[in-house]
């Protein structure tokens, strides 16, 4: 049912603001929300991350979790009892957990939208040392949170499929919508001048350093593709496993054809500039880089990964997907993609791109949490 209008505003829950696809998916729907003229408030565990900066000054920010993140829940219980906002949108795991409770602890009906962005089942199989004592606990804890939130939301059907079977809970409760990927500012986004030199011989990888992305296999097929003398490869992010990878260069002796950026706060331009961007991850939950990518007009290439990249590249037809772990079918598909042999007209790949937009992410959000979308434009 509809909220009453007096009191639609809608909290946004995070665990704090570091750069990744989830928070910048986030603040693309904050903003599409302030266009729309709902009220949003934005409430974090911790008061970190290399976006802070970018959240609009017109939406209230508070960190709950400062010094003791297990006061999260306790705090947010207060303010959910004090302020009794119509709805809550959560994401990660563990925030979604002690969003839950805090809304048991406050006795308040409202409503909760709990959202997962990863392939659960396989992030837990493949976590280690303290992750995978987080995840045990997860394992007991999320059917109990997850059958007491009001919608789940997945990115993906591949994530939904896998939610319900991981946790045990009821398909019926489960919805999915596509990731906000693209909104109003992209294009002037994409033709800002870019960071570093790219061209159309350009391997492009973007994304964090971690062991899901297994950039490794990455390093392996352009080993396999070092006698291109052309060969261009540039690593975008960061992440736990880069001195590893900067090894392996050496070792694999590609000094001379790939670079390190780091962290870049715009990765569009150079999308837009390079040949193919690659996505060689071990799991996903929907793989927002190939749909950015794709929304520049590039040629991707992405292994057939569960669950996200299939969906987006409908088995195929919009890039290539490769076996996990297979660096020469990896290897032969950038070089395909190089060459020529396999191109995806740009305009069909940008057709492809605008099913992702900010505006029909965020409407759906709404209108799952009983917010009054009446008032909104309906997103083509």
Sequence with gaps: MPIHSARQQVWFVLPKLQIGGIERNRLRMIRQCLSWGVNVRLLLVKREGELLSDVPTEVPLSCLGDHLAIAFPFRLSRLIRFERPPCIISAFDDVNVMVVLAKVLARSNTSVLLSNHNTLS???????????????????????????????????????????????????????????????DFE?????????????????????????????????????????????????????????????????????????VGTVSNPLPLMAASGVLVLPSRFEGLGNVLIEAMACGTQVVSTDCPHGPAEILNGGRYGQLVPVNDAKALAAAIDRSLSGEFRVDPDRLRSRAADFSVAKATYRYLELAGYDVTTLPIPE
């Design 122 to 184: 396989v992030a837990a199989s493949e976590s280690k040392g303290w992750k995978r004592c987080k995840y045990f606990l997860l394992r007991w804890l999320m059917p109990w949170a997850y059958r007491r939130a009001n919608r789940i939301i997945t990115v993906s059907h591949g994530v939904a499929d896998d939610l319900i079977s991981f946790l045990s809970i009821s398909s019926e409760s489960v919805d999915v919508i596509y990731n906000p990927v693209i909104d109003s």
């Design 188 to 260: 002037s986004l994409a033709r800002a001048v870019p960071y570093h030199q790219v061209s159309s011989n350009t391997v492009l990888f973007v994304g964090r350093l971690v062991a899901q992305k297994d950039v490794t296999n990455l390093l392996v097929a352009c080993r396999i593709l070092k006698s291109r003398q052309d060969l261009d490869v540039l690593i975008v992010g960061d992440g736990p496993q880069r001195l590893m990878l900067e090894k392996k260069v050496k070792d694999f002796e590609l000094a001379g054809h790939v670079r390190f």
